[in-house]
Structure formats: C-alpha cells, structure tokens
C-alpha cells in the first residue's frame, strides 16, 4: 500500500483523474511512494480519454485516513470538495488552479496554485522542472484534461500557457488536438443513459457562499433541449438535495458546447440570486446566459458577488 494517496475532488472530471494520474507518476519517477485515487464514478468524457489512451482509471476509495495519513490533493482545495474525513489525513501538497477557500491544514505545506485553465497545464511545468519525460499514454490524458477544462479553447479560462501546453502534449500524444478534443467532448456530452440523480451530480460542486451552502452542477450537451426535457424528473432530485444538504441554492448549469452558451436551473430560497447575479430574469426558475460556459471564471464569481 503506498504511504501517500493522490486524488482530485468528489464527483471527479476529467482534469481531476488525468492530473491525478499524471502527478502520481511523476512522484513514482523521482523515488516517492504514491498512488493516484479517486472519490467517485469516471464520467463518459473521462473514460473516453482512458479508453483512448489505453490507462485504467484509478481505484475508488470512500475514507482516506483508512488507508493512510498523508494525502496530496490536485484540481481542488475546498474542504467540502475533498474526501469526507480529510480533516483526520496530513495535506502534504496542493497543485490546484482555483480560487482558494474553506482551507486550512496544522502543518505546513506545499501548495502551488496557479491562474490557469487546467491543473494538468500546471503538472506540464513540474515535469520539465524535475527533468521527467512524459509518457505518451500521460501527455494524451493531460492533453484531455485541458481540452475538457478549456472546452476545447474556448472557455474564458483558457490561457496561453493552457494553449502552449496542450501543443506541446499533443506532440508527445500523437494526435490532432482538435479532433481528438471534439470527439472526446461529444462522448462526454452524450447524457442519453443518465439518470436525472446522474445528470445532477456528474460534475457537481459545493462553495461556501458568505456563509451560504452553494451547490453549482454543470453538464456539457450539443441539445440543451434534450436534457430541459427531463425537467420534470430533474427538478424534484434537485430539490431533495436542497433539503437534504441544507443549500440555500442549487443551480443546474446547461451548456451547449456548440453555441458556447448555456441555460441555468436554479432551485431553492435564493434563486433569485441568479437573476441578480447575471442581470437575467427567470422564467419558470430558468434562464439563457449568453456566452456563460465556465462555472469557475463566469458562474461562482458572479454569484459570490451577490452573496
């Protein structure tokens, strides 16, 4: 059993699983003892890069602190994005690309965060400062992880350094970024055998909102009619989840990886947050919000604004 565990936030995408694959070998290359692990279900945009790439998907686990005491987390930092008992496990390391919130450790740490798209585009740079060669089969799923991350370039979280890394991963991977990204984002996009609980909680994360409980849920789709469709079997899972978890606010981002638009469901007592938040008016607790396609750069800030 390695002595350290490595693993992305809870309802895992494609930046979580790729980087923390990705950074476990780079530890194994320079003599540490680690394993990468995941905190739930590989989504299908996911599995499609594993599949393409030949790599399984790291082992699930449910509680940390059962198999080890220090853990290193990548693609989050917020507690209540973690594993459940991580507050029993010593946090070594950090390597993230978020704001920073909710988070606090007894012992000191190494913690890189940076204003990138993609955890894997900061994962790139580390290889190259410890003389690592990146493996064909690594640089493809750290290629998927910024094309996932940056929908394929053009979310406004894209960088430059997102842009050069991924170049560059492509040429260690073989293969066109641009095709490869369009068919890994349509696999990823094709909601047709999720349940209305699995379209909810594919890509869901919680935030602390000014001492608000916040849950933002986001799917990718080419026909935003298709999942509005399921309204009817949506809605009353989000609202369970409101009362269960005590959230003041659930919002279900739609966005059409097309148009790069998207169409938000908010759900609770301050869903009229969202209105204010993207000067929008709801109609039937839905809105457009043109041009909106990152929950990170578009969605939080504007509703951490209004909280």
């Known amino acids: 059993m390695a002595q350290t565990l490595i693993f992305g936030h809870k309802n895992p995408d494609t930046d979580t699983i790729c980087s923390a694959i990705a950074y476990a070998e780079l530890k194994q290359a320079i003599g540490e003892d680690v394993e ?10 996911t599995q499609f890069a594993l599949d393409h790439f030949n790599v399984s998907a790291p082992r699930m686990v449910e509680n940390v602190s059962d198999e080890v005491d220090q853990v290193i987390l990548v693609d989050h930092n917020e507690r209540q994005q973690s594993a459940e008992d991580i507050d029993r496990v010593q946090v070594l390391e950090v390597i993230d690309h978020h704001r920073i919130a909710n988070f606090e450790t007894k012992d000191p740490l190494y913690y890189r965060a940076e204003p990138v798209g993609c955890t894997a585009t900061i994962l790139n740079k580390m290889y190259k400062e410890k003389n690592v060669t990146i493996k064909k089969e690594t640089a493809g799923l750290m290629l998927s992880a910024i094309i996932s ?3 394929l370039f053009k979310s406004p979280t894209c960088t430059e350094e997102d842009i050069q890394a991924a170049k560059e991963l492509a040429e260690i991977a073989g293969v066109d970024s641009e095709k490869y990204g369009l068919d890994m984002l349509k696999a990823g996009a094709d909601l047709s055998d999720k349940s209305a609980s699995e379209l909810i909680s594919l890509d869901a994360k919680e935030f602390d909102m000014n001492g608000n409980k916040v849950e933002i849920a986001q799917v990718n789709t080419v026909d935003v009619d298709e999942v509005l469709a399921l309204r009817s079997e949506i809605e009353p899972v989000i ?4 009362t269960d978890k005590g959230l ?3 919002v279900f981002v739609i966005t059409d990886i097309l148009n790069n638009d998207s169409v938000v469901l908010a759900v609770g007592e301050a869903e009229e947050k969202v209105a204010e938040a993207f000067n929008v008016t709801l109609d039937n607790k839905t809105a457009k919000l043109e041009g909106v396609v990152s929950r990170k750069k578009q969605v939080v800030p504007n509703l951490q604004n209004v909280f």
Not at 36 to 45: P, Q, Y
Not at 239 to 242: A, D, G, L
Request: aromatic fraction near 4%; proline fraction near 0%; charged fraction near 35%.
């Open 248 to 250: 003041k606010l659930f």
């Open 36 to 45: 990468a692990v995941r905190l739930g279900e590989v989504n299908n945009e």
């Open 239 to 242: 609202e369970k989840t409101v």
């Open 149 to 151: 991350d940056s929908l």
